[in-house]
């Protein structure tokens, strides 16, 4: 139900911020009071292991909580924090709320993937911003995948690299996101310190009834192996997609087949074990 009403209320949104794009100061002086009073909270999108069966991992994916429009998707809004460089703070705002997250489910195998762009991956303030809550919880650090796309890590690769290098040193895990939408550059991936390979939806869909797809993803998810990478299939959403990525040998599979992102509450009911009130207080 809350779902439903999550993506009527952004598509209207969207929507009208196409008609309304001369009114880009207002959206930007809203989203700035969005981070200042903190209207973003945190989906999460379970993912399934297939070798194990079962679910401890999921995605991150933000919503804004706009008091007049309800929830928005990022869709609406990243785009515009990516050119006012408004995405640093929000990109903080997801990382500290993940990490009292993962601290509150210490006694839990849990996984949280958390989504940077390209411009996090220019940031070296970054760093110190991830050593202060690595220093406060040590252990904390690899529950958490940082997921970035080939686009964002080929604007400045040797940047890149750099500020991933010293992510991977802190024990967090990286992977690569949306795979085969952007360069595809292997030969650089593998410099990176990447341990996942999320094959995106468009490679993903429709696979289980086109031979060409079917080779494709085939020798997309091998590739990621022959890497030494775990792989997630995204954007399943049928049965016959789930048993063709299965057949394939794909480590974990995410899409709206298994579940739709849902509201952290929702995940706990569903997914955690054990009694967590305290978790609800916090977030
Ligand atoms: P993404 O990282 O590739 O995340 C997956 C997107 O696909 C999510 O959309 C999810 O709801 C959607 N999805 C999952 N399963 C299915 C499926 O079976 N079918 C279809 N059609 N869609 C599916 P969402 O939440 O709207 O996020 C869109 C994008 O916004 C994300 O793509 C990511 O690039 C970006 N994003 C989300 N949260 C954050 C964030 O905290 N920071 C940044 N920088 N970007 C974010
Ligand atoms: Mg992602
Ligand atoms: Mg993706
Ligand atoms: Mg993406």
């Not at 993912?47 to 079962?54: E, I």
């Not at 690299?161 to 795979?179: G, P």
Request: negative net charge; proline residues 3%.
């Amino acid at each position: 139900q809350l779902a439903k009403k999550t993506r009527q209320t952004s598509i209207v949104f969207e929507a009208r911020l196409e008609q309304r794009s001369a009114n880009r100061l207002e959206l930007i002086a809203q989203l700035r009071k969005a981070i200042t009073d903190n209207e973003f909270c945190l989906f999460f999108q379970p993912k399934l292991n297939l070798r194990t069966n079962s679910i401890n991992q999921a995605e991150v994916l933000l919503r804004w909580n706009h008091p007049v429009h309800g929830l928005i998707a990022p869709g609406a809004f990243i785009e515009l924090a990516e050119q006012t460089g408004m995405i640093r703070d929000i990109t903080r705002l997801v990382l500290k709320q993940t990490y009292a997250i993962i601290t509150l489910c210490a006694n839990q195998n849990i996984r949280l993937s958390v989504n940077l762009s390209a411009m996090d991956l220019e940031d070296f303030s970054l760093i110190d911003f991830m050593q202060t809550l690595h220093k406060q919880q040590p252990d904390a650090s690899r529950h958490i995948v940082l997921e970035i796309t080939e686009s964002a890590a080929m604007r400045d690769p040797e940047q890149a690299l750099d500020i991933l290098n010293q992510l991977a040193a802190m024990h967090f895990q990286i992977a690569v996101d949306d795979f085969g939408t952007g360069y595809s550059s292997l030969a650089y991936l593998k410099r990176f310190p990447v341990t996942e390979l999320k094959i995106d939806r468009s490679l993903v869909q429709g696979a289980d009834l086109d031979t060409d797809g079917q080779i494709i993803l085939e020798s997309t998810i091998e590739m990621g192996h022959i890497m030494g990478l775990l792989v997630t299939t995204e954007g399943v959403e049928t049965q016959s997609e789930y048993e063709l990525v299965k057949k394939l040998g794909a480590d974990y599979v995410q899409g709206f087949w298994l579940s739709k992102p849902m509201p952290f509450d929702e995940f706990k009911l569903k997914h955690l074990v054990g009694n967590h009130d305290q978790l609800v207080q916090h977030l």
